[in-house]
T-cell receptor
Framework: ELKVEQNPLFLSMQEGKNYTIYCNYS?????LYWYRQDPGKSLESLFV?????AVKQEGRLMASLDTKARLSTLHITAAVHDLSATYFC???????????FGTGTRLQVFP | KAGVTQTPRYLIKTRGQQVTLSCSPI?????VSWYQQTPGQGLQFLFE???????NKGNFPGRFSGRQFSNSRSEMNVSTLELGDSALYLC??????????????FGDGTRLSIL
């Protein structure tokens, strides 16, 4: 059974600092997604990572995928308050549109 | 382009009742997936429909069922409601072609509370 683990679960960071969220998964997959969820809101798609070594960047967020290590990272550069949200990684089981989500990382950025 | 629309946004039911939730996907999307989100269990996959056929199913009891219509709209039904069914139910749509990964686009969800 595919399991997806994220760490940390909670992250409180100061504006301007850098940090990385880690997403580990237990079985082979080459499709990994990152989503953002604001409190009381739905999930917003951030990145789609499709192959080993894939790297995507949008603003202060950069995501990468290492399929051999079964690891994806979401790196935050020079955090700002607007990035405060919960971030989820999700793995597509065998290209089936069945997403297995990680536990989520609740990020809080303070001045 | 309109996003994924879920109705109703909020529902309050009592134990033993049944409920039907509705989801209209993005125009042109043929795959509709349903997820349950709770503080304790996180986001869990319920099922996925494509061209009116259930293509994937998660590990939920038979009380949870769904269907998809010819216009790709989908409904989810939960019978004999239990307190533990209180959750945010999210619907997501995608092209469903299983080609190069397309993200699933999520609706705002239906928050179901069981009293």
């Amino acid at each position: 059974e595919l399991k997806v683990e994220q760490n940390p679960l909670f992250l409180s960071m100061q504006e301007g600092k850098n940090y990385t969220i880690y997403c580990n998964y237990s079985t082979t997959s080459d499709r990994l997604y990152w989503y953002r969820q604001d409190p009381g809101k739905s999930l917003e798609s951030l990145f789609v990572l499709l192959s080993n070594g894939a790297v995507k960047q949008e603003g202060r967020l950069m995501a990468s995928l290492d399929t051999k290590a079964r690891l994806s990272t979401l790196h935050i550069t020079a955090a700002v308050h607007d990035l405060s949200a919960t971030y989820f990684c999700a793995v597509d089981m065998n290209n089936t549109d069945k997403l297995i989500f990680g536990t989520g990382t609740r990020l809080q950025v303070f001045p | 382009k309109a996003g994924v629309t879920q109705t109703p946004r909020y529902l309050i039911k009592t134990r033993g009742q049944q409920v039907t939730l509705s989801c209209s996907p993005i125009s042109g999307h043929r795959s509709v997936s349903w997820y349950q989100q709770t503080p304790g269990q996180g986001l869990q996959f319920l099922f996925e429909y494509f061209s009116e056929t259930q293509r994937n199913k998660g590990n939920f009891p038979g009380r949870f069922s769904g269907r998809q219509f010819s216009n790709s709209r989908s409904e989810m039904n939960v019978s004999t409601l239990e307190l533990g069914d209180s959750a945010l139910y999210l619907c997501a749509s995608s092209l469903g072609a299983r080609g190069p990964g397309q993200p699933q686009h999520f609706g705002d969800g239906t928050r179901l509370s069981i009293l």
